[in-house]
Structure formats: C-alpha cells, structure tokens
C-alpha cells in the first residue's frame, strides 16, 4: 500500500520556471521526505522536514507541511534541465516502522 | 564503501526459478530497507531490518519471498518459485539511524536490481 499520493502525476514546464508537486497522506507521521530519481536508478534524498516544521529551504528547494491537511508541496525554483526526474514524497508513520513512498510526480524541463 | 551496492543489476529468470538478490549498504548503517519497484510507479515497502533483527515484514507479497542480514550488514532477498508478476526492480536502502519513535535519517538508495521473470 502506498501512503503517499503526489499531484500531478506528470509535469512539464519551461526551463527556467518554477515547479510545483503536491503530496498528500494519510495517516499522522513523524517525517516526510522528499526524493528525486533519475531513470535507471536508485533513489536520492532531497530534504527532510518533520512534523513540528511548516517550511524548510534547501538550496533552490522549498518544502511545506501542513498536518492538518495532511499534505506537503516541494517547490523547485528556476528549473534546470538536469532537475527532470521524478519525485517521490515519503512518510514515517507515528506507529510503525515502514517508511512509504507515494507513486510520484514525473517532472520534465523542456529546454 | 562509497554507497549502497546491489547485484546483480539485472537478473533473468525463467519462472519457476529461485533468485537471489544481494544488498550491501553503508558500512555502519543501522537500518536496510528492501522495496519493490514497478515500472512507472513508487517503491513499494517489503522488508526493513535494524541490524540483523527483521523488524517488519509485512510488505512481502506472499511467502514465496524471504528476506535475511544474518550478520547485520549484507542483506540477501530470495524469491522462490518466481512468477511473472515479481517482474519489477527490487530497490535496497541503508539509514544510520535507530528507530526510536522519530526517524531523521535519510535513506540511501542502490541503483537496485532489475528482475524480469520469463
């Protein structure tokens, strides 16, 4: 079963522009994290932000939580064609100890 | 080692066949996470280990799957009697970190096995 589901499912946008991806899950978590995987391989962490945290910057990443809708966005600023990828958000629940990842957002940057 | 290694990259196997995939992570991470992959969706949670004790095996899809770190390092991830539906990448990662009720590592990812069941 899969906790995560990310909106949209896939995403194209102009070098240079902003893209947006949605998380949204369902039970309470302790983490969400957010990870980029290229075509053939395996999965990079990108940035984690726990539950008492409503935004976290990393470099031209912005994520925010809100727990009480129990979503997420990640944000990636002035996008660059080595960003294409897709992106998966991925959740540690309050009671166990699976961390699950959603089915992912497919991000292309046309040049 | 300088990441998480997994082999083979690519296995084929007739069904029926037994397969073994293997998993080295981190040197020094506590936790190993094994995932099931399909084409075009999320990994899919199987197996996850704290040093050699297999915490939580609830993702494994039927009893034909087994899992073991006998040593707390390697991880070995067989399945027995293979169907077409094992088809998938099996995605192994590796966490410093100790569940403790917060879990603030990140996982490191292998660029996992790519099985694909004739």
């Known amino acids: 079963s899969q906790q995560g589901e990310e909106d949209p499912q896939a995403l194209s946008i102009q070098e240079g522009e902003n893209a947006t991806m949605n998380c949204s899950y369902k039970t309470s978590i302790n983490n969400l994290q957010w990870y980029r995987q290229n075509s053939g391989r395996g999965l990079v962490h990108l940035i984690l932000i726990r539950s008492n945290e409503r935004e976290k910057h990393s470099g031209r990443l912005r994520v925010t939580l809100d727990t009480s809708k129990k979503s997420s966005s990640l944000l990636i600023t002035a996008s660059r064609a080595a960003d294409t990828a897709s992106y998966f958000c991925a959740t540690d629940g309050r009671r166990d100890d699976k961390i699950i990842f959603g089915k992912g957002t497919r991000l292309h940057i046309l040049p | 080692g300088a990441g998480v290694s997994q082999s083979p990259r690519y296995k084929v196997a007739k069904r029926g066949q037994d397969v073994a995939l293997r998993c080295d992570p981190i040197s020094g991470h506590v936790s190993l996470f094994w995932y099931q992959q399909a084409l075009g969706q999320g990994p899919e949670f199987l197996t996850y280990?704290?040093?050699?004790?297999?915490?939580?095996k609830s993702g494994l899809p039927s009893d034909r799957f087994f899992a073991e770190r006998p040593e707390g390092s390697v991880s070995t991830l067989k399945i027995q009697r293979t169907q077409q539906e094992d088809s998938a990448v099996y995605l192994c990662a590796s966490s410093l970190a100790i569940r403790d009720g917060s879990y603030n590592s990140p996982l490191h990812f292998g660029n996992g096995t790519r099985l694909t069941v004739t």
């Open positions: 280990f704290q040093n050699e004790a297999q915490l939580d």
